[in-house]
């Protein structure tokens, strides 16, 4: 089982920057994929960066050039910088990981934080 904290979340005005923060615990062998999700009132979840094991990262286009994701493997901590934040950037942020349960685990399984709010407004 993998547990999942997330902090960081709060208000900023348009512009701002916030950093959110997912460290994972519990019994995993490796952790593969880490990304950040976002859910806005009323609409579906939706992609926002994900980084792989090796570091490479893919971003939605609404944040590019403002976001970045990044990991520490060390502390199993996956880190989003939001900056440039604007209005619909407002919603909830979730994290995601991907883990492969222990050597030799022919699957991956995915594991969700609770969610952390971001509310961007003047």
């Known amino acids: 089982q993998v547990q999942l904290v997330e902090s960081g979340g709060g208000s900023a005005q348009p512009g701002g920057s916030l950093r959110l923060s997912c460290a994972a615990s519990g019994r995993f062998f490796k952790i593969n994929g880490m990304g950040w999700y976002r859910q806005a009132a009323g609409k579906e979840r939706e992609s926002a960066a994900v980084i792989s094991s090796g570091g490479s990262t893919n971003y939605a286009d609404f944040v590019k050039g403002r976001f970045t994701i990044s990991r520490d493997n060390a502390k199993n901590t996956v880190y989003l910088q939001m900056n440039s934040l604007k209005p619909e950037d407002t919603a909830v942020y979730y994290c995601?990981?991907?883990?492969?349960?222990?050597?030799?685990?022919?699957?991956?399984?995915?594991?969700w934080g609770q969610g952390t709010q971001v509310t961007v407004s003047s």
């Open positions: 995601n990981v991907r883990v492969r349960p222990f050597i030799g685990a022919l699957y991956e399984s995915d594991y």
